[in-house]
């Protein structure tokens, strides 16, 4: 039972360090996007993660060839988080404030709850749920009101992020937490995980370049490294080490704390104001964390 209890706290403790990390990764996305173009952007980034779970594969001796059903979901994975999620996750950064995309984008626990529940056949316990849940209602408060009316702005860029989160949620939880239980390593897993993002992004290069031409300035490699190898490379690898020690619906909740750390990001680096809405917020998104660390 013990040894249940530490495993559980590892597992935890892994996942939050994950929601840590990709709070860099989304924050930085705002700078970058003023110097790069969205579809270089996805080719760079992911290029970097490749590279990064390369060295990491090698050095941890797990550089080995997949067998071909956990690397088909891996791949999965990386298509549907990688390239479709990032890409619309750009948008609504475009058409919307830092604040609103982060947040909304990040019901992905609720998503990735509902995902391991329905197609992993995981137990539905009443503390995820209501876990999931305190994240929605979360990032509602967080989204800011911007007008004398109530009226909340950037119509189009609420649809991308929320339907970031879908995507995100599932692939985080679905095909990962699959190709883990079927014997893919982590470090393997990342590396056809970011090789199918970068190719995915490649492969829209000739169907969407005359409509998003070519922007590209030096400094913005800076915030593009800093996204993807300190945010999704080191992220990704965390998330994964938490899924091979706990199902995808107890961790999944905890994914909600990015929240936390983008706002605290946001205000640090980006200069943004939390008004006492977006505080709201943060004190329901880290009950949610408490609950399904403390809860069941």
């Known amino acids: ?78 298509v549907v988080d990688a390239t479709a999620g990032g890409f619309f996750y750009l948008l609504a950064i475009e058409r919307s404030s830092t604040h609103q995309a982060t947040t909304l984008s990040n019901t992905a626990p609720l998503w990735g709850v509902l995902g391991a ?21 979360g ?23 929320l339907l970031t989160g879908v995507l995100w949620g599932v692939a985080e939880t679905v095909p990962a937490k699959l190709a883990l239980d ?12 970011a090789c199918a993002g970068c190719l995915g992004a490649v492969v829209l290069l000739p169907f969407l370049r005359r409509r998003i031409p070519v922007r590209v300035e030096r400094r913005g490699f800076f915030f593009v490294a800093l996204s993807g190898i300190a945010g999704a490379g080191l992220g990704w690898l965390l998330w994964l080490k938490s899924l091979e020690l706990a199902p995808a619906s107890v961790v999944a909740p905890v994914r909600g704390s990015t929240l936390l750390f983008c706002l605290v990001y946001s205000v640090v680096f980006l200069r943004e104001r939390p008004s006492p809405r977006a505080l709201v917020g943060v004190v329901l998104a880290i009950g949610a964390v408490l609950l399904v660390s403390f809860g069941g």
Not at 1 to 29: D, P, Y
Not at 51 to 69: C, D, E, H, Q, Y
Not at 117 to 137: C, H, I, K, N, S
């Open 1 to 78: 039972m013990g040894k249940e209890v530490a495993i559980s706290t590892e597992a935890l403790a892994l996942a939050l360090a994950a929601s840590a990390a990709w709070g860099i990764g989304m924050t930085a996305a705002t700078p970058a996007i003023r110097y790069i173009d969205r579809l270089t952007y996805l080719v760079v980034r992911w290029g970097l993660v490749a590279l990064f779970a390369l060295v990491v594969a090698l050095v941890s001796g797990r550089l080995v060839a997949p067998a071909l059903g956990p690397a088909a979901l891996a791949v999965l994975a990386g």
């Open 117 to 137: 529940v329905l197609l992993l056949g995981e137990p539905l316990r009443w503390d995820l749920v209501l876990a999931a849940g305190l994240v929605l209602v």
């Open 139 to 161: 990032a509602y408060f967080l989204v800011e009101r911007n007008d004398a009316t109530g009226r909340r702005s950037g119509g189009s860029g609420t649809l991308f992020a």
């Open 182 to 193: 079927q014997g893919l390593s982590p470090e393997m897993l990342l590396l056809l995980f």
